[in-house]
Nanobody, 123 residues
Framework: EVQLQASGGGLVQAGGSLRLSCNAS????????FGWFRQAPGKEREWISC???????YYTDFVKDRFTVSSDGARNTVYLQMNSLKPEDTAVYYC?????????????????WGQGTLVTVSS
């Protein structure tokens, strides 16, 4: 079964940067997309970005121009580069994998989930 391992979270000051990684093991799909979600304290989990098998990327408006999602050549690791971080970006960040065609911002579309990595942005 596919396993996702997210890493790279930590404590950073406002205005700083972090790069999250999501490594997928036992991964072999022709159609897929990786999604990044986050859950802030006391809030519901929300979709923030995804990247498809063809490297097409999508972002929610509140991270556009600050976050960049990318994947490596082997397609087993995706990254979320987060710049100009704000205190409101503090959350547990999750990567997820959908084996469906197209892309989705809906959680049920993603069959596999990583364990989450905590990002804390201090003011």
């Amino acid at each position: 079964e596919v396993q996702l391992q997210a890493s790279g979270g930590g404590l950073v000051q406002a205005g700083g940067s972090l790069r999250l990684s999501c490594n997928a093991s036992r991964f072999s799909f022709a159609e897929y997309s990786f999604g990044w979600f986050r859950q802030a304290p006391g809030k519901e989990r929300e979709w923030i970005s995804c990247i498809g098998a063809d490297d097409t990327t999508y972002y929610t408006d509140f991270v556009k121009d600050r976050f960049t999602v990318s994947s490596d050549g082997a397609r087993n690791t995706v990254y979320l580069q987060m710049n100009s971080l704000k205190p409101e970006d503090t959350a547990v960040y999750y990567c997820a994998l959908s084996t469906r065609s197209g892309f989705s911002y809906m959680e049920p579309a993603y069959e596999y989930w990583g364990q989450g990595t905590l990002v804390t942005v201090s003011s």
